[in-house]
Structures are given as structure tokens and as C-alpha cells.
């Protein structure tokens, strides 16, 4: 199908072609989300939420099942050692696939002995600390979690040391943080807030502490969505998935456009072998389209 782009700056057409089309890669999905690209396989990793599903997709082929049951997993970040971290909303925690063996263990599950809410989105840094988000929305009456009564009393962004064991809490002044992704030098840490539609950008101290987080960014548009996924291109541009699309940022935090996608939009990610190809997770479908600047 036709791309259907909302120009903001002019500076959008050094990014993205108007021209193409967006692909359908593949469909009959209930909400996916997740997406994760693994550059020596050649292969995307997403998950079905609601389904409980873990899918692989070789481009040009079918996607199949690799994993069932779950816990309605949503947000996935490969480890240094090449393991699948996941985000499951059933379970509240932080959970580890090994890619050998197949086998998975809950790495994290509280904090300070009360339940984490439902871990949504993940990152992982480059010395091998976790970060990610812990919303709500699992513990919500929807689809995509197990309803229940919330152990604590505010949603955080965490970090997660494995080789410490150490949870701790970075920000706790979210209503509801869901996607993060770093600057392509680690200094920043954005984080959205679909509640509030806006984007905020924290420094990023030696230690993995975060300094003060000003908004950054807001959403606009009509559409589907809210601020969900995000991800990073080696120039430090910003793809969100937010109201009707994709909405992309400059590092000054300047809209330069909308990708309009019809589908509520949950996650991103960059792959292909040149890392120019968006896998674009929308609700029922999965899409693509060529970038002009590869992904991190």
C-alpha cells in the first residue's frame, strides 16, 4: 500500500523515501508487540500478547510459533550474551529466555518485597544492566494482562544489575512509562508516558542513575494510540509509536513527521541487513518500510 506520510520538515526526506510503499509482512495477529532483530540469524522475534505467543520471522517466510504460554509477554531486548530478556505481564516480572537451551527463569519480580506492577518495555545497556518500565496496563481489565489489585503505589522506571542481583528504582514519578530507548551514546534515556502523550529525556549518570527528566517531546495527532514503543537511528532521531502512526524526532525534539498507520501501533524496531528496514508491530499486522538511515 501507498505511504502515507505527514511532513512536518522538510529534513523527513533524508530519512524515509515517500515514495514507497509500506509492506505487509505478514497478518492475522490479535495485538503484537515486542519486536526484536537478531543481525546474525536474520530473523525477527515478536510477541502476541493477548495470545501468549512468541513468534520468529525470517523475511519472505511465514512466521512461526517458537514459544506458548507466555504470561503475555510484551516487551523483549537481547542480553550481551545473545538470551532474550522479556516483559511478562501475567507473572509481573522480568524474565530471562536462554537462546541455548531454551529454558526461562524470572530474574526479577520485586521490589523491596512488593510485586512489580507489569514490567511493559526493555532495554538492555551496553554493560549489561536492564532497564525497563512498569506500568499498569497488565494489571488493567483488557486483554493484554491478568486483572488484580496493585501491590505498589507508583509506576517506575527500574534497573536491573544481573550480575548483581540488584533492582533499583530510577524514576517514580510516571503515571504510566511505557516505551525507553538510549541516545546512540548511552549520555540520554527517553521515556514515554501514553497518559500524558509526552516523551522525557533524562541524563544517563556513570553509575546508571538518571538525573532530572524534563518532558522532551508530545505526541500530536489524531489516530489510534498513545506513546508506546520507541527506538533509536545511529543519527539519535527518535521513531514513537504514538497517536496514528509512527511519529519521528529529531534530537532536539522536533516532529518531523507522521508515518500514519490505520492499526493502533505497539512497537518498532530496525533490522534487515543494512539495519534500514522499520518492522513496524501494528495491532493484527506485521509492516515494513526502508529507512535511509540504519537503526541502532
Not at 501475567?90 to 537462546?99: A, D, E, G, K, P
Not at 509506576?155 to 514519578?173: I, M, S
Request: glycine letters at 10%; proline letters at 5%; one cysteine or more.
Amino acid at each position: 500500500m501507498p505511504l502515507d506520510i505527514r511532513k512536518n520538515h522538510p529534513s523527513l526526506e533524508a530519512m524515509i523515501d515517500p515514495a514507497q510503499e509500506l509492506q505487509v509482512e505478514a497478518q492475522g495477529f490479535t495485538f503484537i508487540e515486542g519486536g526484536i532483530w537478531n543481525k546474525k540469524e536474520k530473523k525477527l522475534i515478536f510477541n502476541d500478547i493477548p495470545e501468549s505467543k512468541t513468534y520468529v520471522y525470517f523475511p519472505g517466510q511465514v512466521p512461526e510459533i517458537i514459544r506458548e504460554n507466555t504470561h503475555k509477554a510484551n516487551g523483549n531486548a537481547y542480553d550481551l550474551k545473545g538470551n532474550i530478556i522479556v516483559c511478562e505481564h501475567v507473572r509481573s516480572c522480568i524474565s530471562m529466555l536462554n537462546t541455548q537451551t531454551n529454558k526461562i527463569e524470572i530474574l526479577v519480580s520485586h521490589y523491596k518485597g512488593k510485586e512489580l506492577n507489569s514490567p511493559n518495555d526493555v532495554i538492555v545497556k551496553s554493560d549489561g544492566c536492564i532497564f525497563f518500565t512498569d506500568p499498569r496496563f497488565g494489571r488493567n481489565p483488557s486483554w493484554v494482562g491478568l486483572e488484580r489489585e496493585q501491590d505498589l503505589d507508583f509506576q517506575g522506571v527500574f534497573k536491573y544489575d544481573p550480575e548483581r542481583k540488584n533492582l533499583e528504582l530510577l524514576c517514580g514519578d510516571f503515571t504510566d512509562p511505557n516505551g525507553l530507548c538510549f541516545s546512540p551514546d548511552e549520555q540520554y534515556l527517553y521515556v514515554n508516558d501514553p497518559p500524558n502523550s509526552h516523551i522525557r529525556k533524562f541524563t544517563v549518570k556513570t553509575d546508571g542513575s538518571l538525573g532530572d527528566g524534563a518532558v522532551w517531546a508530545v505526541t500530536k495527532g489524531d489516530g489510534k494510540g498513545k506513546p508506546d514503543g520507541m527506538k533509536v537511528d545511529s543519527k539519535g532521531n527518535i521513531y514513537c509509536c504514538a497517536q496514528g502512526g509512527i511519529h519521528i524526532f529529531n534530537p532536539e525534539g522536533i516532529c518531523l513527521g507522521v508515518v500514519k498507520i490505520d492499526e493502533q501501533v505497539g512497537n518498532c524496531t530496525f533490522g534487515g541487513t543494512d539495519m534500514k528496514t522499520l518492522y513496524i508491530m501494528a495491532t493484527d499486522k506485521l509492516y515494513s518500510l526502508r529507512t535511509k538511515i540504519e537503526g541502532i
